[in-house]
């Protein structure tokens, strides 16, 4: 497994989380990574993304509230979320920037995924 995410787990709104991701293999943090989603009944997006050159950004739906960070040493990258809403909850995921839109559907492409969930 070259992707593996960590601490999802069960908060009210408002909470906060921290993801961490720890890569492996042919992954590199250094070359761009991005921090994914899917809810349940909807289409898997890009919440966080930061580029080899360390630039950061944010979908509108997260932005101000989610801040990604990354190791390059450690291969890793995480995801402090705070402020979280009921709309937050799904699997988050690690992957590549740009992730391999070819395999976008592929569970095996996204490695393991960690369930946040978001209760009002």
């Known amino acids: 497994v070259q992707l593996q995410a960590f601490g999802g787990g069960a908060v009210q709104a408002g909470g906060s989380l921290r993801l961490s991701c720890q890569a492996s293999?042919?992954?590199?943090?250094?070359?761009?990574m991005g921090w994914y989603r899917r809810a349940p009944g909807k289409e898997r997006e890009l919440v966080a993304a930061?580029?080899?050159?360390?630039?950061?950004d944010y979908s509108d739906s997260v932005k101000g509230r989610f801040t990604m960070s990354r190791d390059n040493a450690k291969n890793t990258v995480a995801l402090q979320m705070n402020g979280l809403k009921p709309e937050d909850t799904a699997v988050y995921y690690c992957?590549?920037?740009?992730?391999?839109?070819?395999?976008?559907?592929?569970?095996?492409?996204w490695g393991r995924g960690t369930q946040v969930t978001v209760s009002s």
């Open positions: 992957n590549s920037l740009p992730a391999d839109v070819i395999r976008w559907d592929d569970d095996n492409y």
């Open positions: 293999g042919r992954i590199r943090v250094s070359n761009g």
């Open positions: 930061i580029t080899s050159r360390g630039s950061i």
